[in-house]
């Protein structure tokens, strides 16, 4: 990636730039926002969408659960995959993949 001006840049017009392209991932759209790199910049609303989209999709097709002890855990079998199972006794989290239950 390379900047014109170099970064580091004490250029008014850089610092214009800056501004401009914070303005726009901050109070703009969801939307990616290329920084003066040409990379692009993913806006905070882009940002919030995503996260909601993936709890939403956490919630549907899955999910959190919290459990006494481990055997309270294990005695458990949830109806589909990608639960996240915690032991609260330990803080311990285990996933449900649909097939068996594997450690973090």
């Known amino acids: 990636m390379a900047f014109n001006p170099e970064l580091g840049s004490t250029s008014?017009?850089?610092?214009l730039d800056n501004a401009e392209r914070l303005d726009k991932l901050v109070n703009g759209p969801a939307a990616a926002v290329p920084d003066r790199g040409g990379d692009s910049l993913k806006s905070w609303r882009?940002?919030?969408q995503e996260i909601a989209n993936t709890l939403?999709?956490?919630q549907e097709n899955g999910g959190a659960m919290g459990f006494s002890s481990l055997q309270e855990l294990l005695a458990f079998i949830?109806?589909?995959a990608n639960?996240?199972?915690?032991?609260t006794s330990t803080g311990e989290q285990y996933l449900w993949n649909g097939t068996g239950v594997g450690t973090f």
């Not at 008014?12 to 610092?15: I, Q």
């Not at 639960?83 to 032991?87: K, P, R």
């Open 83 to 87: 639960v996240l199972a915690i032991d």
């Open 12 to 15: 008014p017009a850089v610092l």
């Open 78 to 80: 949830p109806d589909k």
């Open 56 to 58: 939403v999709n956490f």
């Open 46 to 48: 882009l940002q919030q």
